[in-house]
């Protein structure tokens, strides 16, 4: 296990009560350990070479009380500029807008779109008592249609019919027209995935997008996800442009760097966090829980 960086910082810097305010080689050397710490935590390196700067400039001179240790100090600072970093708590799906609201699901192969999509579905059929309609675009994984049908059918939430043949974009637009029509205050639409970011990828979700005119585009992302977090954030923001992020698999091991990384990159809102495989695995953001944790 590593040591806390509480415990790592007061081995550097505890020895200093009683002086007048930190110098910049006693931060220069708590520094380190909190760029070592961050780096475990998955955090991508140029994110954390701009926190740290930030953190250098808070702290350096910064009076050294007598009524806490010079390392819980540090540790503070840090602790703020990661909740400040990670962002308001409490940013929630936007529904401001005349009925469909259309949501985009966008993000890699196995991020957890299609389970994310129902969870939200359910969420809003239940809590809101909104009429929700969920459509698949993935037609590059055979089974992807069925699943989110599957699911539908387990969460008492309509899915668009399944027309084999129809390609992404026109499957968007029969969604679009069915939303309507049907009555529908939310269209959700479930994005195919890649394994990695291409061309053909942010192409199909640029027309999507166009065809579509989303309200909200969410950006689908594995919190386990580690230094390929940046690239992954600025592409599909740089391209499509999202709306917001909701990070998967919080349940996991993982310190879950990656929300630190995409918001740095994107300064979009953190929206929801996945917090297991079933329907209600679905929580709010909290940014001060984050940063703990990425602490360690
Ligand atoms: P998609 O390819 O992006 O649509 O990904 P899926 O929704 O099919 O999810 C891939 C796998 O991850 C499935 O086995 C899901 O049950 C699982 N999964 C999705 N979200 C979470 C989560 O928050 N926690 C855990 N533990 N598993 C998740």
């Given at each position: 296990m590593f040591s806390s960086l509480q415990d790592r910082l007061g081995s550097i810097l505890n020895g200093l009560t009683g002086r007048g305010a930190l110098s910049e080689a006693d931060v220069s050397a708590a520094l380190r350990e909190v760029r070592r710490a961050l780096l475990e935590a998955d955090v991508a390196l140029e994110v954390v070479r701009s926190f740290t700067d930030r953190v250098k400039e808070k702290a350096v001179g910064a009076e050294i009380l007598k009524s806490i240790k010079p390392g819980q100090m540090v540790v503070k600072i840090v602790h703020d500029e990661l909740v400040a970093t990670l962002g308001t708590e409490g940013v929630s799906i936007d529904l401001n807008a005349p009925a469909p609201v259309t949501v985009m699901m966008v993000g890699l192969?196995?991020?957890g779109k299609t389970t994310t999509t129902g969870k939200i579905a359910k969420r809003f059929t239940e809590r809101q008592k909104k009429r929700v309609l969920m459509a698949s675009l993935d037609t590059r994984r055979p089974a992807a249609q069925e699943q989110l049908r599957v699911l539908g059918e387990q969460t008492g939430v309509a899915t668009l019919p399944i027309i084999p043949g129809q390609g992404p974009v026109e499957i968007a637009v029969r969604a679009s027209q069915a939303a309507r029509l049907g009555g529908y205050d939310i269209l959700i639409l479930d994005t195919a995935g890649r394994t990695h970011i291409d061309e053909p990828l942010m192409a199909e979700m640029a027309e999507i997008k166009a065809r579509s005119t989303p309200h909200e585009i969410l950006l689908v992302a594995d919190s386990l996800t580690g230094q390929d977090a940046v690239n992954l954030a600025r592409s599909f923001d740089g391209?499509?442009?999202?709306?917001g992020i909701v990070l998967t698999r919080v349940d996991g091991d993982g310190r879950g760097g990656a929300a630190l990384s995409m918001r740095a990159v994107t300064g979009k809102p953190i929206k929801l966090l996945g917090t297991g495989e079933?329907?209600?695995a679905l929580e709010e953001f909290h940014p001060s829980r984050v940063a703990d944790r990425i602490l360690g």
């Open positions: 192969q196995g991020s391209r499509v442009g999202i709306t079933k329907m209600d």
